[in-house]
């Protein structure tokens, strides 16, 4: 029965997490379009050298620890408002806002087929993160395994959009995640030991980008 239970925990973060699942992710950048565009991302070591960056102390690790935080607070209303209010707080721009808000309640919509107590907790909105460690948390389906899986979607989304952007090819994209993976796996584990003032970043040229992309005229994302 316990290996039953991390097979369906499994299935449901691979579901949750897929390109599949309708939260519109394949809309966003989280301003890697505008940083291909100014010329700071231009090939795959770039690119791994960008998204290891934001991993390890940008704007994806704070998603990792907000994670960590809703996972293990999911049945707790006022850790799960107060990392709610921290995560809207976070968003350095308004379209990263925008893509965090809107992702989180499009998750909320849709993972509604796996019901639980956790959607009354949390209310109709919540930024992308908390509403996926809230969820995760109330199906039990591991904490690292979470953060994890999280962390795997949002690269494998940057790699995707770095590869319609035209900077580098599907083989080169499945090379940077693979570069990828000891990292992801390290803030994973770190992530889930971490406390939540740990919080915070220090990537100014992403966040730059993010302003930018704002007012870049021709785009193929929201943000």
Known sequence: MADQADTRALLRLATWLSPAFPV??????????????????????ELRLWLETLLT??????????LAECYQAHDDPQRLK???ELAEAMAGSYER?????????????????WPGAVFDLLGPV?????AV?????????GL?????????????????AAIRSGVIGQRDGVGVLAGLESTIAAIADRAAKAP???????TIMADISSLRHETLHTRLFRS
């Not at 460690?133 to 389906?141: F, L, N, S």
């Open 24 to 45: 519109g992710s394949f809309s966003y950048s989280g301003g890697l379009e505008q940083a291909v565009h100014d010329g700071l991302v231009t090939s795959a070591e």
């Open 57 to 66: 102390r940008g704007a994806i690790w704070n998603d990792a620890l907000l």
């Open 82 to 84: 107060a990392a709610s």
């Open 97 to 113: 806002h925008m893509e965090t808000m809107l992702q989180g309640e499009a998750f909320l919509v849709a993972a509604r087929n």
């Open 126 to 130: 919540a930024a992308y993160p908390v």
């Open 133 to 141: 460690g809230a969820v995760a948390g109330a199906h039990r389906t």
């Open 144 to 160: 690292r395994a979470a953060v994890a899986a999280y962390l795997g979607a949002a690269t494998s989304n940057a790699v995707s």
């Open 196 to 202: 939540l003032d740990e919080v915070g970043s220090a």
